[in-house]
């Protein structure tokens, strides 16, 4: 199957409820991971190409990043037609996106493309194509952002690395909105009129610009707080810019004059988690993650959803009983539920070129590193190549995004980790926090002040499962109406072997203002339908082999509604949905 193996991944029926599959295609060189996002316009498909295996090195001859072009004038037979190549060591996810931009010094059809980097000489910001004709595609703007990090301007001048972008045209003028991956200030807007010189009108920490956007309930520890994607929409002649703030959930903003965004509204996450208290019976705090969202055809509702790849919720309890919610690797071991005890001991940054990691002594002890300079699975490594600790606590760096802030970890290891707070981790060891000096710090140039090899307090890790990334229905005003997540995500027996049954992305109907369409990786595609107040599902489609879909995009072909769907380890799928009870 397109998935490789059968194993640890749910298999499927194909087609259920209102769904039918109208065209696929199996992207030429596609490999396990490699698909990301998905855009459409006219007839054709643009899928982005992510980190493959050879990205960051050694080069394989064939490209790193860029869009894949596919013609789908014939839905029931896509053909691949071309490739439009990102920067060598740089890829592309969320932000792929083709819109019409029609302004005194542009006509024509814009290619957006974020840009993300896999080694050495990446080139981040983000990038734009004319493809009026995709065939011929030309190069507008390239690599373009922000160029500074906390107002120091960036050496080599290189942009930020960007996770997501959006443009939207206004008529006279259009705008570019980017995601800034490296400073709290992570809000870009750009001036894109004349899209071969974009122009930076505004950057924005919404946290400290809209402070009421954070969780009013402070113990939950929803403190990741960074934007992650957002959509523009024009709605009774304003511009409202939809952001998924992560732990500061869901926030709207009317951007009628881009360089001076203005607050509107924004949600905050229940408290018990209430898709885990309705699946599952189980009273937990929500996770957060605010992912991505849209409004829906009336604009009467919004559908967010929440990315949470780990079913499992980490804490660390202090000697004091405090516990402390922590935030756990990616691909490292799970705490076990029986937790682990022992004795912190501060090892340093833990990066190549560093002092060495000083073995583990007697008895059970928790290596506590610093964030910075290098990547998480280096510093797991490195802790894991000293021996003698028997779990892993990361605590966050300098700088404006950091410090007090959590953080989530994509690591790789052996040993169990967990990330806590900067000042947490010093008081672990009794060490002076000065907050307003970590946050005027450039990221990582300090070090922390206590000494490798220090001991320090005696903590507990432990863990409890509270499902995976779920859906929320909203009102026009941001109140919770409803919850929705397949049933496989808040089972216990699918915390591992299923996949990960996270939602990522939900495209809502251009006809229908109660349907929606949902990118549910290793669970597929998901049709829901509001009904009542409430979100129902009423389709989907599960390959027999099993599915990893990132990406949703609805767009229309010949007076008919469809959707196209990005696989990672495939390629394009194009769904049609008719409600089983519709009249043929």
Same mark, same amino acid.
């Given at each position: 199957?397109?998935?490789?193996?059968?194993?640890?991944?749910?298999?499927?029926?194909?087609?259920?409820?209102?769904?039918?599959?109208?065209?696929?295609?199996?992207?030429?060189?596609?490999?396990?991971?490699?698909?990301?996002?998905?855009?459409?316009?006219?007839?054709?498909?643009?899928?982005?190409?992510?980190?493959?295996?050879?990205?960051?090195?050694?080069?394989?001859?064939?490209?790193?990043?860029?869009?894949?072009? +596919?013609?789908?004038?014939?839905?029931?037979?896509?053909?691949?037609?071309?490739?439009?190549?990102?920067?060598?060591?740089?890829?592309?996810?969320?932000?792929?996106?083709?819109?019409?931009?029609?302004?005194?010094?542009?006509?024509?059809?814009?290619?957006?493309?974020?840009?993300?980097?896999?080694?050495?000489?990446?080139?981040?910001?983000?990038?734009?194509?004319?493809?009026?004709?995709?065939?011929?595609?030309?190069?507008?703007?390239?690599?373009?952002?922000?160029?500074?990090?906390?107002?120091?301007?960036?050496?080599?001048?290189?942009?930020?690395?960007?996770?997501?972008?959006?443009?939207?045209?206004?008529?006279?003028?259009?705008?570019?909105?980017?995601?800034?991956?490296?400073?709290?200030?992570?809000?870009?807007?750009?001036?894109?009129?004349?899209?071969?010189?974009?122009?930076? +009108?505004?950057?924005?920490?919404?946290?400290?610009?809209?402070?009421?956007?954070?969780?009013?309930?402070?113990?939950?520890?929803?403190?990741?707080?960074?934007?992650?994607?957002?959509?523009?929409?024009?709605?009774?002649?304003?511009?409202?810019?939809?952001?998924?703030?992560?732990?500061?959930?869901?926030?709207?903003?009317?951007?009628?004059?881009?360089?001076?965004?203005?607050?509107?509204?924004?949600?905050?996450?229940?408290?018990?988690?209430?898709?885990?208290?309705?699946?599952?019976?189980?009273?937990?705090?929500?996770?957060?993650?605010?992912?991505?969202?849209?409004?829906?055809?009336?604009?009467?509702?919004?559908?967010?959803?929440?990315?949470?790849?780990?079913?499992?919720?980490?804490?660390?309890?202090?000697?004091?009983?405090?516990?402390?919610?922590?935030?756990?690797?990616?691909?490292?071991?799970?705490?076990?539920?029986?937790?682990?005890?022992?004795?912190?001991?501060?090892?340093?940054?833990?990066?190549?070129?560093?002092?060495?990691?000083?073995?583990?002594?007697?008895?059970?002890?928790?290596?506590?590193?610093?964030?910075?300079?290098?990547?998480?699975?280096?510093?797991?490594?490195?802790?894991?190549?000293?021996?003698?600790?028997?779990?892993?606590?990361?605590?966050?760096?300098?700088?404006?995004?950091?410090?007090?802030?959590?953080?989530?970890?994509?690591?790789?290891?052996?040993?169990?980790?967990?990330?806590?707070?900067?000042?947490?981790?010093?008081?672990?060891?009794?060490?002076?926090?000065?907050?307003?000096?970590?946050?005027?710090?450039?990221?990582?140039?300090?070090?922390?002040?206590?000494?490798?090899?220090?001991?320090?307090?005696?903590?507990?890790?432990?863990?409890?499962?509270?499902?995976?990334?779920?859906?929320?229905?909203?009102?026009?005003?941001?109140?919770?109406?409803?919850?929705?997540?397949?049933?496989?995500?808040?089972?216990?027996?699918?915390?591992?072997?299923?996949?990960?049954?996270?939602?990522?992305?939900?495209?809502?109907?251009?006809?229908?203002?109660?349907?929606?369409?949902?990118?549910?990786?290793?669970?597929?595609?998901?049709?829901?339908?509001?009904?009542?107040?409430?979100?129902?599902?009423?389709?989907?489609?599960?390959?027999?082999?099993?599915?990893?879909?990132?990406?949703?995009?609805?767009?229309?072909?010949?007076?008919?509604?469809?959707?196209?769907?990005?696989?990672?380890?495939?390629?394009?799928?194009?769904?049609?949905?008719?409600?089983?009870?519709?009249?043929?």
């Amino acid at each position: 199957g397109q998935h490789g193996t059968t194993d640890d991944h749910l298999l499927g029926p194909g087609e259920f409820g209102g769904v039918d599959l109208i065209g696929s295609l199996e992207i030429s060189d596609v490999e396990e991971g490699l698909i990301s996002d998905v855009a459409v316009f006219g007839n054709y498909a643009y899928l982005g190409r992510y980190d493959s295996a050879s990205c960051e090195g050694p080069e394989s001859g064939g490209p790193d990043g860029g869009v894949y072009v +596919i013609d789908i004038s014939d839905v029931a037979n896509p053909v691949e037609v071309g490739f439009i190549r990102a920067h060598q060591d740089t890829y592309v996810s969320e932000g792929v996106q083709v819109v019409r931009v029609d302004t005194p010094t542009f006509t024509g059809d814009v290619l957006v493309m974020n840009q993300e980097g896999c080694g050495k000489n990446y080139k981040a910001g983000v990038t734009l194509w004319d493809v009026t004709d995709p065939t011929k595609p030309k190069k507008l703007a390239q690599n373009f952002g922000d160029f500074t990090v906390d107002g120091q301007r960036n050496t080599p001048h290189d942009a930020n690395q960007t996770h997501s972008a959006f443009l939207w045209d206004v008529g006279d003028r259009a705008y570019l909105v980017s995601v800034d991956d490296e400073e709290a200030s992570d809000v870009d807007i750009f001036d894109v009129t004349d899209p071969k010189r974009p122009r930076l +009108i505004g950057e924005y920490d919404l946290a400290a610009l809209f402070p009421q956007i954070l969780q009013t309930d402070s113990t939950l520890g929803l403190n990741e707080v960074f934007l992650h994607d957002m959509v523009v929409k024009k709605i009774g002649g304003q511009f409202y810019m939809l952001l998924s703030y992560w732990d500061a959930g869901y926030v709207v903003l009317n951007v009628t004059d881009p360089a001076n965004p203005t607050y509107v509204t924004d949600s905050d996450f229940t408290n018990p988690d209430p898709e885990a208290l309705e699946s599952a019976g189980i009273v937990v705090p929500p996770e957060g993650n605010a992912h991505q969202a849209e409004f829906t055809l009336d604009n009467q509702y919004i559908i967010g959803t929440d990315e949470d790849f780990d079913p499992y919720a980490a804490g660390v309890t202090r000697e004091s009983g405090q516990v402390i919610p922590a935030s756990p690797g990616s691909d490292t071991p799970t705490v076990p539920q029986e937790g682990i005890t022992g004795e912190t001991v501060f090892v340093g940054r833990a990066c190549p070129g560093d002092a060495a990691v000083p073995p583990g002594g007697s008895g059970t002890q928790i290596a506590v590193v610093e964030r910075g300079v290098c990547t998480f699975t280096e510093k797991v490594a490195a802790v894991e190549t000293a021996g003698g600790y028997e779990a892993i606590i990361i605590i966050n760096r300098e700088g404006s995004d950091a410090c007090t802030a959590g953080f989530g970890m994509s690591a790789e290891g052996g040993v169990p980790t967990v990330s806590l707070p900067r000042d947490i981790g010093f008081s672990l060891f009794d060490a002076p926090y000065d907050d307003a000096a970590c946050l005027a710090a450039t990221p990582g140039a300090g070090l922390a002040p206590i000494d490798v090899g220090a001991v320090g307090e005696t903590v507990t890790l432990s863990s409890y499962f509270d499902g995976w990334g779920y859906v929320h229905l909203f009102d026009a005003n941001l109140n919770e109406l409803d919850t929705y997540a397949v049933p496989e995500a808040h089972d216990p027996a699918c915390a591992e072997g299923c996949g990960d049954l996270s939602v990522h992305e939900v495209a809502t109907s251009e006809v229908d203002p109660s349907i929606a369409y949902l990118s549910y990786y290793s669970a597929g595609f998901r049709v829901i339908q509001i009904q009542n107040g409430e979100l129902v599902e009423v389709g989907g489609y599960l390959d027999p082999a099993g599915n990893n879909i990132w990406g949703v995009q609805v767009f229309e072909s010949g007076g008919k509604e469809y959707v196209a769907a990005s696989d990672r380890d495939f390629g394009l799928y194009i769904f049609e949905y008719t409600p089983v009870n519709a009249t043929p």
